[in-house]
């Protein structure tokens, strides 16, 4: 199943706050829309849509544009899925919303003549590395099944740790059972320059809430963007950037 390309969204305090935030991490604007409350940027594989009192409801959203809503609806009532919104269909298009196991809220949605623009690469970009969406689960089983019914493969597995990356050949999400500090959704960026990402953070006084550190494995900082959810920067010397392709 084509559950189409996925935009990460977040409800947010003031829309020009967050998005100056991003951009300052080398994000760049794709569309505005809503007279200026909700505005989409793209940065390497990580697009965010970011929406000021137009969420609903209003928490973070796994939003996929353009796939297979009706085929997603019948796979969801016969998972017995949280229904938030019942599958809509008219001249606009087809939508429904629903929640996993660990009710985390997605948004599938198709519209006429939506495509996805991708803004041109910046020259000198800052290298935050490979994105992958973190989600805590209760139960790692039980939400690996959930996203293999929505056509999520098995990327990369470490049932022993109770990780599990996922992979529809277009995005990549990672569900963790216990591990993820703050537990909540968050943006994970692999294999990228922490330095540069770090002295960018310091140079424009971004609040960290984890201080760089390197040891023997690796090295990592988090940022809290300004609505306080966390952004990591990871890279582990036993890793290259491949290994956390869609």
């Known amino acids: 199943m084509d559950l189409g390309w996925l935009e990460v969204s977040f409800d947010v305090k003031d829309v020009q706050a ?23 940027l793209q940065g390497g594989n990580c697009r965010l849509a970011l929406y000021q009192g137009v ?6 959203q796994l939003i996929f544009w353009q796939g297979e809503v009706e085929r997603c609806a019948e796979v969801l009532a016969d998972a017995g899925a949280t229904i938030v919104r019942p599958l809509e269909v008219n001249e606009k298009g087809a939508a429904v919303t629903f929640r996993d196991p660990d ?20 020259d000198g970009d800052l290298d935050r590395g490979v994105f992958q969406v973190s989600l805590p689960v209760k139960d790692l089983a039980t939400t690996t099944a959930f996203y293999k019914r929505l056509g999520f493969r098995s990327a990369d597995s470490k049932p022993e740790d109770r990780v599990l990356a996922m992979s529809n050949g277009r995005d990549r999400i990672c569900l963790y059972q216990g591990h993820l500090d703050p537990e909540e959704l968050q943006l994970i960026f692999w294999q990228g320059d922490i330095d540069a990402v770090a002295d960018t953070a310091r140079r424009e006084g971004f609040g960290f809430l984890r201080e760089p550190g390197r040891d023997e494995r690796g090295a990592g900082c988090m940022l809290k963007d300004p609505d306080g959810r966390p952004l990591f920067f990871i890279t582990m010397g036993k890793y290259e950037k491949a290994d956390f392709a869609v």
């Open 55 to 60: 969420l609903g409801p209003a928490e973070s």
């Open 18 to 40: 967050t998005r100056a935030f991003y951009e300052k991490l080398g994000f760049q604007l794709v569309s505005t829309a809503d007279k200026g409350m909700s505005a989409v």
């Open 103 to 122: 009710g985390q809220v997605i948004f599938v949605i198709s519209e006429p003549g939506e495509t996805q623009v991708m803004p041109p690469e910046a």
